[in-house]
């Protein structure tokens, strides 16, 4: 439940663990190329870092472990997330990582003082979900600690997008807060709901939160529906309204760290962008996107102090890496649509990036591929999941080796801690990389699978030029002591045989494993 110091959110259960790969430095390094603004930061760079309301703490330590040579500071009021941050911190061994308790309504001018200036900082999930003093702690926070030049990523529900939320939230709202064991008051909010479904209710309109709760969306957690429907001051917010706010701590819209939804060819329709040409400025640009594209949450970048960068100079300048050696079709689901480079230019840059990194001006200068456009390119092949944006080329810089080795003691930590026996999909987490300044994503088995490998070299086999997987040694490591049913061990091999083959490639050459 809410308490008096949590200003209205619920603090029953701590938030979970999940990587969002639009939260590291590269992404956003790319999202700033395609928007033409500079980010000048580079492999040598001994960023500073803020995970503001970091919750757990994880994004910030796969942040701390792919960059070592970085300081990264997570911020949180709950002392329960804190404590668990710092946790998973220490028995990572991540000295550049540090979590401290603060509630952003007690930071005055002193108390910013004594914190370090930030290259960037995160402000995921935060937003929408506080009250007005929280957030004008946020926007202190931002005017005094941003670097000039600086990044913020901003996430927050949006309008209209979210408009279907607010009637259910405060519908569920008011059962949870009834007396009684919590399932039960889940239950009633359920019920609820889909009395009014059936009723076709007017104003109950379709959205994610609907889905979810009615469990047409897949059954989720109860610490997910307190989280997103037990916080006092829930409210989602136009685009202009949040850009006025960040103005006042000089920050200045850029783009967003959705990189598709830069490149108005793939998020609008034609009739749409006609009607987004006509608009006077960004904030009715923006608004018009809002109303046109199928989504409730925004990720917004803003800079302190933008300046202007060429932008298909800066893009072609990216490096990428392969991110999935699974063979076929790719296609990017695109807010306009579903977009598919064509097989005569996407199969021959996958092919080159299975070979090494290569810029987004090297795949564009194979044979053939030479008609796309340096941000198409970089968007295709990063959003179908092709490729992934490289911080630094892996095996170069001061320090590799030991940074090699922080990022597999952090991803060999966090797979104890989160992926136990998984198998299959689950929670997005990730493998912490220094090629990536970050992590890859990766769901529970695939972290496991890794950090084992990382750990335990002697499953490798090494066949020339190519590298497999000792699997019944592997699968020795990682059976629980109890023998599994045949069905479950069948599965178990299947499913490392056919991870093995997709992402072992793709781990060796970042140094994941």
């Known amino acids: 439940m809410a308490t008096e110091w949590s200003h209205g959110y619920p603090v029953d259960e701590v938030y979970p663990p999940a990587w969002h790969p639009f939260q590291s430095p590269a992404h ?11 980010w000048e930061v580079g492999a040598e760079t001994p960023l500073s870092i803020c995970d503001l309301g970091c919750g757990t703490g994880y994004t910030a330590s796969v942040i701390a472990a792919g960059g070592p040579a970085w300081s990264v500071l997570g911020l949180d009021y709950n002392p329960a997330h804190i404590a668990e941050a710092r946790s998973l911190a220490t028995a990572a061994g991540l000295p550049n990582m540090r979590f401290e308790e603060a509630d952003l309504t007690e930071l005055d001018e002193a108390a910013l003082d004594r914190l370090p200036m930030f290259d960037m900082v995160m ?5 929408s979900w506080v009250d007005d003093r929280v957030r004008a702690g946020v926007l202190r926070f931002l005017r005094s600690r941003v670097k000039p030049g600086g990044v913020v990523v901003m996430t927050y529900n949006c309008l209209p997008g979210a408009a279907a939320g607010i009637g259910l939230a ?8 009834d007396n009684g064991a919590l399932e039960a008051r889940i239950a009633t909010a359920r019920e609820r709901a889909k009395a009014l479904q059936k009723a076709e209710a007017r104003h109950l309109l379709p959205s994610g939160w609907l889905g979810v709760l009615t469990g047409e969306a ?8 307190l989280h997103e429907f037990m916080t006092a001051h829930w409210r989602p917010a136009f685009f202009a309204d949040v850009a006025a706010a960040m103005g006042e701590a000089k920050l200045e819209y850029v783009g967003s760290a959705t990189l598709d939804e830069n490149v108005p060819a793939m998020t609008l329709s034609p009739e749409q962008r006609e009607i987004w040409d006509a608009q006077p400025d ?20 803003y800079v302190r102090g933008a300046r202007g960068a060429w932008r298909d100079a800066a893009v072609d300048a990216l490096v990428l890496a392969s991110a999935s050696a699974q063979p076929g079709p790719r296609k990017l689901a695109a807010q306009g649509g579903t977009a598919e480079l064509p097989p005569h230019i996407l199969d021959p840059m996958r092919a080159a ?15 053939g591929c030479g008609t796309t456009t340096p941000t198409e390119t970089l968007v295709m092949l990063v959003g179908s999941g092709c490729a992934v944006p490289l911080w630094q080329l892996p095996g170069t810089g001061l320090g590799w080796d030991e940074a090699v080795a922080t990022a597999r003691r952090f991803n060999a930590v966090s797979a104890a801690r989160y992926a136990p026996h998984a198998m299959g999909g689950g929670a997005r987490l990730a493998l912490a990389t220094p090629a990536l300044g970050g992590g890859l994503l990766a769901e529970k088995f695939e972290l496991g699978i890794a950090a084992l490998i990382g750990a335990h070299p002697e499953v490798l086999e090494i066949r020339g030029e190519d590298v497999g997987v000792d699997l019944p ?3 020795r490591l990682l059976l629980p002591p109890e023998t599994p049913p045949k069905d479950v061990l069948d599965n178990l091999i299947a499913e490392a045989v056919k991870l093995i ?13």
Request: hydrophobic share 55%; glycine share 8%.
């Open 28 to 38: 956003i390094r790319a999202a700033c190329a395609i928007a033409g603004v500079a």
């Open 123 to 127: 402000v995921h999930g935060v937003w």
């Open 170 to 177: 405060r519908l569920v709202r008011g059962a949870l807060l």
């Open 218 to 225: 897949g059954n989720a957690r109860e610490g997910y529906l």
């Open 282 to 301: 960004v904030a009715n640009r923006e608004l018009v996107k809002d109303f046109c594209v199928i989504r409730a949450f925004r990720r917004d970048i």
């Open 353 to 367: 990036l299975a070979q090494r990194p290569h810029s987004v001006a090297e795949l564009r200068a194979l044979p």
């Open 473 to 475: 040694a592997l699968l």
């Open 501 to 513: 083959e997709n992402r072992l490639p793709v781990w060796r050459a970042l140094g994941i494993a």
